[in-house]
């Protein structure tokens, strides 16, 4: 994982996590706690995920994305995951990592962790329909989009 992809995780929100069941039937959760660990690992806090957590337990490949929603870019990672719990190697590690994002009260019971095979930039067409178009550009229409205004 690059570093560019660390940043937009750093910067992200929400992640959505795309799992299948045994009946091949998506299940797409947003997640709030997420970060990366050692090599290409996606962390996820299992805060109150059972459908993905089964989903995972008999299908283990799992699409992950966020986008910043002002920039209208992001990216979308692909993997196999893994449950970590108490005990097990990394957890402890990885635990850390998810606790700087979240304190006690968030009740992590276990950590989804992605050994990440692909990685794809997700870009809103803006900025391929017009290849002039700039962050800041695209930041300020999304801005006056939503009715946002900068601090």
């Not at 910067?11 to 039937?25: E, P, Q, Y």
């Not at 994305?65 to 870019?73: I, L, N, P």
Request: hydrophobic fraction near 40%.
């Amino acid at each position: 994982m690059d570093q560019q992809v660390k940043l937009a995780i750093e910067k992200s929100v929400l992640c959505w996590l795309a799992t299948v069941d045994s009946d091949g039937i998506p299940n797409v959760s947003p997640k709030e706690i997420f970060t990366y660990g050692a090599d290409d690992t996606l962390l996820i806090a299992h805060i109150a995920s059972p459908q993905s957590v089964a989903n995972i337990r008999g299908h283990a490949q799992v699409c992950v994305s966020f986008v910043d929603v002002f920039e209208q870019r992001g990216y979308k990672l692909k993997g196999s995951a893994r449950l970590l719990q108490q005990g097990d190697s990394h957890y402890a590690e990885y635990l850390q990592r998810l606790r700087l994002l979240a304190d006690e009260r968030f009740p992590i019971q276990a950590i989804i962790a992605i050994s990440v095979t692909s990685i794809q930039p997700i870009v809103a067409p803006s900025y391929w329909l017009f290849p002039d178009t700039t962050v800041e550009q695209q930041i300020d229409n999304a801005l006056n989009t939503y009715k946002v205004s900068r601090p």
